[in-house]
Antibody
């Protein structure tokens, strides 16, 4: 069974940094592209960032480019999101998402970790 | 920046057909996918590549696409279909974009 478990969320002041982690099990992590998607409270989904299986391709939404860095450790089946210069508008539930090579779209989702940016 | 436009809300009577649209300039060249999100839960993939349904998704969910509009159709809406629905596609650069979401109410 596939499991994606996010961690690292919490309350952080504007301008500070935070790193999210996602531990994956139940599928061949090293073969899969991975993404982060966020959802502000009561609002819609927003794609944040994605990374290819071998880290050769990374992409970011304009809203986080230059502030967030996505990374992965295939040996540890883990995905990361380093977030710097956090803003109030970054407040959201952050989902770790697996890109399916079968469906060519986001398939498996974690339960999410909440990030609240507030003074 | 690229946008996918969905109606904020759609209502349907129990057992009737519901259609949710997603409008985007790149849709003639990019596939659309659809997700269902119930309150407090993560999204579930309903439709991929405009019309394909993953295993385990009920047949009453179907997708279509014509020109700049992709459509999710629910044939015979059930009470448990009351949820938020999101379309997903990519812009011309290949970056992913979600629609704003549609709240489906089953009356």
């Amino acid at each position: 069974e596939v499991h994606l478990v996010e961690s690292g969320g919490g309350l952080v002041q504007p301008g500070r940094s935070l790193t999210l982690s996602c531990e994956v099990s139940g599928f061949t992590f090293h073969d899969s592209a991975m993404h982060w998607v966020r959802q502000p409270p009561g609002k819609g989904l927003e794609w944040v960032s994605g990374i290819s299986w071998n880290t050769s391709i990374v992409d970011y939404a304009d809203s986080v480019k230059g502030r967030f860095t996505i990374a992965r450790d295939n040996a540890k089946n883990s995905l990361f999101l380093q977030m710097h210069s956090l803003r109030s508008e970054d407040t959201a539930l952050y989902y770790c998402v697996m890109y399916s090579t079968l469906y060519h779209v986001f398939d498996m989702w974690g339960q999410g970790t909440m990030v609240t940016v507030s003074s | 920046s690229y946008e996918l436009t969905q109606p904020p809300s759609v209502s349907v009577s129990l057992g009737q057909m519901a259609r949710i649209t997603c409008s985007g300039e790149a849709l003639p060249k990019k596939y659309a996918s659809w997700y269902q999100q119930r309150p407090g839960q993560f999204p579930i993939l309903l439709i991929y590549k405009d019309t394909e349904r993953p295993s385990g998704i009920p047949e009453r969910f179907s997708g279509s696409s014509s020109g700049t509009i992709a459509t999710l159709t629910i044939s015979g809406a059930q009470a448990e279909d009351e949820a938020d629905y999101y379309c997903l596609s990519a812009d011309s650069s290949g970056l992913w974009v979600f629609g704003g979401g549609t709240k489906l109410t089953v009356l």
